[in-house]
């Protein structure tokens, strides 16, 4: 059974850094493609970012050149470094990764705010 655990989250200020991370049992992610995506309530879940099995990122153009994903296959975990929060990247976010369905994490809070 794929299970997938974020955490990482926390309330900082707008301009600060935060790293999440995806930390997957039930599963070897090296085969398969992943992604972080987010949640404000009353939103539809939006992606952030995309990673192939191949290594290739994707990014939503509202975080690029502020957030990188990387995963570690070694680790069987992936990473989302999060620079130059802003207020509007307040969210729910969770990380997904694709083997025949959609698997999901329960999600992790960032709030920022000044």
């Known amino acids: 059974q794929v299970q997938l655990v974020e955490s990482g989250g926390g309330l900082v200020q707008p301009g600060e850094s935060l790293r999440l991370s995806c930390a997957a049992s039930?599963?070897?992610?090296?085969?398969?493609?992943m992604g972080w995506y987010r949640q404000v309530p009353g939103k539809q879940r939006e992606l952030v970012a995309t990673?192939?099995?191949?290594?290739?990122?994707g990014y939503a153009d509202s975080v690029k050149g502020r957030f990188t994903i990387s995963r570690d296959n070694a680790k069987n975990t992936m990473y989302l470094q999060m620079n130059s929060l802003k207020p509007s990247d307040t969210a729910v976010y969770h990380c997904?990764?694709?083997?025949?369905?959609?698997?999901w994490g329960k999600g992790v809070l960032v709030t920022v705010s000044s």
């Open positions: 039930g599963t070897i992610i090296g085969f398969y493609n």
């Open positions: 997904n990764l694709q083997r025949g369905i959609d698997h």
């Open positions: 990673i192939t099995s191949d290594g290739a990122t």
